[in-house]
């Protein structure tokens, strides 16, 4: 148990760096295309602008960011490139627009001169932000369609005639793939779930209890309803992967005071952030606790008569599912467009997710066909004690 | 005693139930702590409205209102057209007030700013001016500020000039010429026709006088302030002490000196109820400009002052 603590203080220590996740990046863009007017409102997150532009002075992002925008934005038609017109007054080609305490709003207008053949291009924070996504919306001979710009998708030609053609689930999917892949926290976490893996019929409850997390979440992310505090959910994530590591060692260890120990620092951190007056981060610390608490009792009492960890997973499915949910609200989407774009991009995570579980197991059942031992016992212990400090630091990083 | 009782107060049951009750009870409080309720859009217009634009409704009373200013008649007696012709207007308003907001221009135009301080202004100073002062309150406000119910005075004056050193008596020193404006002082005082002390001693009549009676603050204009300060010295009939100015020595003859006087309270009260209503608006507004001040957190650049 000294060892496995002492492992496990070393990962923490140690992850430091290597362990920040990587924030989900979203903007959102309308294109109002009026004969040989196109309209542009780009939004951008404040907090997205002062990490891209490391500016904290408002005025100074807003200046910035036009000139930004200016060289990343186009619209180009068959008479050549569409130059931003000069808006009057003062104002510029680019108009920054109120928008709310959170957002950056700018209006461009492009004008060309034979509107015909348009394409709208958007390059904007692609080279910084790889995974960044621009959610769209095209407004054209009155209807209005859902585009998504992302680095490798950064053009998008209008067609001459006929309706515009909306995005397809295939590019939310791949979204939602790309979301679990380039998050090492959901890395973490499937590879914990493999630890735990004992029976063939448990990778079945794995899978269901991803679907239902997913349809779940789906379900209550179109609602409209609830929204997620994004950040804390990111350290809840980081409290299941701990809870995790921790049910490992319980298992490894057969400790009681597992069962104590984890939960009652829960329960002293939420005290912490309750003086500190953050009283969702106290809530959620101490719901935490108490989840804690229970799910390792249950465990340590009745593991030999059920399969309890696949809830957990449930549970992760249904904060995961809330990824993109968090981002939407400021595209205004209605609802079947909701459901839609939330379908396609969980049905991409639980795609990924599936895979890597089955590359993983398939990888194992490789090593055992080979006749080569694999020390089990080592590897669930350095994978608990990871999963403990790294969960602990995605937990306290985000709060 | 009930089964639900029994199970949380023996094993193995408790053993079970007490780590699943945490466990319901740990998701309930984690979920009030990661989930918030979205914003509900308001789908029908609520009572006491009549249009919601983006979220933004246009009161009923408003409406009545405007359709009564608008068509010059009760809301009962417009027709159904009319309503809706206003009711189209004040949401074209409307769209435009909040395209106004999102292109943000309280913080760009300058037209916008300042209505809009007027605005703030007017609005502070609205409780203030519903108040009517009451006749002793206007008389107390009447004694402490007199001195601008003043009527003003007017003169009707003559200023010689005795040119010292010009082409006239190109001899004469400063010295001499002083001692002749005093005689010639003199000699008015004791009945001397003017003309006659003027082809005398060499003075012109200098035209910084006008002819006739002039206001105080023309006379201050014309003669400049060192004359000025001792034309208001002098009465009807009075004959100035000789006054050295830049063009020689002046000597003024006061023919009629109406002094400033205060106005009677009764004459004024109209104008005192109007500076009451103002300064009492200008109070509220002071006061109101501290209040934010007190509560805003102003930073100002190195080497500024406010």
New interface residues.
Partial sequence: MKALLRIMLCLLVLSGGAAVAQERSVSYSTWIVSGNMITLRFLLPVAQAQRLLGVAVPVLTTGKLEEYLLQHLSVQSAGGECPAIDQG???GRV?????GPDLY?FEIFFRCADPRNLVLRNSALFERIPAHVNLARIQMRGRSVEQIFTGQHRELALPESGAIAAAGLGSYLRLGFLHVISTADRWCLLLGLLLLVRRRRELGYLMLALVCGYLVSTLASVS??????TS??EA?VGLLIALLGALITQRETRNPRVAIAWPGLLLLLAIVFALLRA?????????????????L??SR??EARATLWP?LVA?FAF?DGFGLAAAL?PAQLPEATQLRILFGFNLGALLFETLFVALGIGGWLLLRARRLQIPRGLLNDVGAAGLCGLGSFWMLSRL | MTRVVRIFLYRPQRALMLPALAVFVGLLVAGFGLLRPAPRPLLVVPPGYVALINQKGILLSDFRSQVETETSKSFADATPTERARVLREMINEELLVQRGMVLDLPETTTEVRSNMAIGVNTQVAAPVLAYEPTDAELRAFYDKTRDKYTAPGAMTLQDLVLHVGGYQNADQSLSQALADAAEAVYQLRSGAAVDYVMVHFGFMRSGRAADGEELDFAVKLHLGDKLYQVATTLHDGEVSEPVLDWDGVHILLMQRHQFPKVADFTAVRDRVYLDFRTAATNRATEENLKLLRSQADILVAPGQSQ
């Fill in positions: 007054f003062d104002l108009d920054p627009l109120a928008v709003g409209d309803r609830v929204l997620p505090r804390l959910v809840f009283p969702w981060a106290a809530l959620a610390l101490l719901g935490g606790s108490a989840l804690s608490a229970g799910f009792m249950l009492d009745f809830f549970v904060l609200p």
